[in-house]
């Protein structure tokens, strides 16, 4: 499996861009990246490469005494430590 890792990240993987457009990244590959079906993510060419990766979290200034704050504009998921674990495994192998 480590070998199979190692093409992942070094040659990539071929896929095919159906009719409708879309594009299908490899299971593994989107476990890694914290992919999650639904997801909202940000597409974009840059130097004739396509780039994909995560939305970042719509957020908004909000002035208080001493400073301001960013708050996220929708209520995010708690961050728990189950969560913080699974992302230290996913991006150590």
Known sequence: M???RARWQVYGVKSAIDAAGRV???KELRG???LL???PIEIRGR???IEVELAATPMSVVRRPGGADAVPDEKLT???DEIVRDT???TRR
Request: no cysteine; charged share 20%; hydrophobic share 35%.
């Open 47 to 49: 130097d004739g490469h």
């Open 78 to 80: 708690p961050l728990t």
């Open 88 to 90: 230290l495994e996913r």
């Open 37 to 39: 079906s639904g997801g």
């Open 32 to 34: 890694r990246l914290g």
């Open 2 to 4: 480590a070998n199979a």
């Open 24 to 26: 299908v990244i490899p």
